[in-house]
């Protein structure tokens, strides 16, 4: 079946570092792969998503690209903020609108920027 | 325009009861998810429904079950509380690919 594995955390970093979160999947076939992020007290949201190979997904300074070769998503930003600090999702999604539906998730990272 | 909205926002129940948690979809939406987070975890899928009917389901016993009404809300359905049922429940709702999350619904069964 499909999976995440996902970097484990926390992953703490002082303001302005480099960030990189890896992540790899198995699934059959070439799923939508996507990046949630959890602040506090709330619910999930969409960072990036990416539907195919070589895709690159980008959102407010973070980037993902879709590597088939090496079935990978690894989220990367350049210099983080304080405001950064969440829990992030890796997921993996469907294949098409009328295949697998459901996402399926990584046990998530935890992140703490330092001022 | 509201996303997806849910209720209630924090529940506690003991063992052995039922609970019901309710799921309004994006406007437009018309397939709703049910997700598990346990703390520390990583959503687990629950199951899907579609034109009012479920689509999928995860690794879920029975005492897990749902429906979704014509105006595309849904609702959660547990029955017989366990203590391994405390957790986050999250709703998505879909267009495309894209899945939008709610707040959730934090239950403490006791």
């Known amino acids: 079946g499909n999976s995440v594995t996902q970097m484990e955390g926390p992953v703490t970093l002082s303001e302005e570092a480099f960030l990189t979160i890896n992540c790899t999947y198995t699934?059959?076939?070439?799923?939508?792969l996507f990046w949630y992020v959890q602040y506090p007290g709330e619910g999930l949201q969409l960072l990036l998503k990416?539907?195919?190979?070589?895709d690159k997904g980008s959102n407010k300074g973070f980037e993902a690209t879709y590597r088939k070769e090496t079935t990978s998503f690894h989220l990367e930003k350049g210099s983080v903020q304080v405001s950064d600090s969440a829990v992030y999702f890796c997921?993996?999604?469907?294949?098409?609108?009328?295949?697998?539906?459901?996402?399926?998730f990584g046990t998530g990272t935890r992140l703490t920027i330092i001022p | 325009d509201a996303g997806v909205t849910q209720s209630p926002t924090h529940l506690i129940k003991t063992r052995g009861q039922q609970v019901t948690l309710r799921c309004s979809p994006k406007?437009?939406?018309?397939?709703v998810s049910w997700y598990q987070q346990a703390l520390g975890q990583g959503p687990q899928f629950i199951f899907q429904?579609?034109?009012?009917?479920?689509?999928q389901r995860g690794n879920f016993p029975d005492r897990f079950s749902g429906h979704q009404f014509p105006n595309y809300s849904s609702e959660l359905n547990v029955n017989a509380l366990l203590l391994g049922d405390s957790a986050l429940y999250l709703c998505?709702?879909?267009?495309?690919?894209?899945?939008?999350f709610g707040p959730g619904t934090r239950l403490t069964v006791l």
């Open positions: 998505a709702s879909r267009r495309g690919y894209e899945q939008f």
């Open positions: 699934a059959t076939g070439y799923p939508s």
């Open positions: 990416a539907t195919k190979a070589d």
């Open positions: 997921a993996l999604g469907p294949i098409s609108n009328f295949g697998n539906e459901k996402l399926t």
């Open positions: 406007s437009g939406h018309d397939t």
């Open positions: 429904y579609y034109e009012e009917e479920e689509r």
